[in-house]
């Protein structure tokens, strides 16, 4: 079975930056998209960015410029890189992996599984 577990997540001041890694089992991330998605208390989950089998990456608006998701197909890790944080930034953060064709920038009911989350707060 697929298995996500992502770390790196923690506190940080406004402009400040945060790198997150999600690293899988059971899965090659060479096939089919992965994701970062975020969530806050009474808000839906929310797509951050994603990154196709190619490396091809798309990018919620208020992310784009500042967060870098990539990955590292040898030892089968997903990263999001996270400059120039803002409070609006803190949530708890989650890696997903989607195993179909059509697209990485799906909503979070088109993704098969999930890491555990990982928090990130941004003071000001």
């Known amino acids: 079975s697929v298995h996500l577990v992502e770390s790196g997540g923690g506190s940080a001041q406004a402009g400040g930056s945060v790198r997150l890694s999600c690293t899988a089992s059971?899965?090659?991330?060479?096939?089919?998209?992965m994701g970062w998605f975020r969530q806050t208390p009474g808000k839906e989950r929310e797509g951050v960015a994603t990154i196709n089998f190619d490396h091809s990456t798309d990018y919620a608006d208020s992310v784009e410029g500042r967060f870098t998701i990539s990955k590292d197909d040898d030892n089968n890790t997903l990263y999001l890189q996270m400059n120039s944080l803002t409070p609006d930034d803190t949530a708890v953060y989650y890696c997903?992996?989607?195993?179909?064709?059509?697209?990485?920038?799906?909503?979070?009911?088109?993704?098969?599984?999930w890491g555990q989350g990982t928090q990130v707060t941004v003071s000001s």
């Open positions: 997903a992996v989607r195993r179909s064709y059509g697209g990485c920038w799906k909503p979070p009911n088109q993704y098969n599984y």
């Open positions: 059971g899965y090659t991330i060479t096939n089919y998209c």
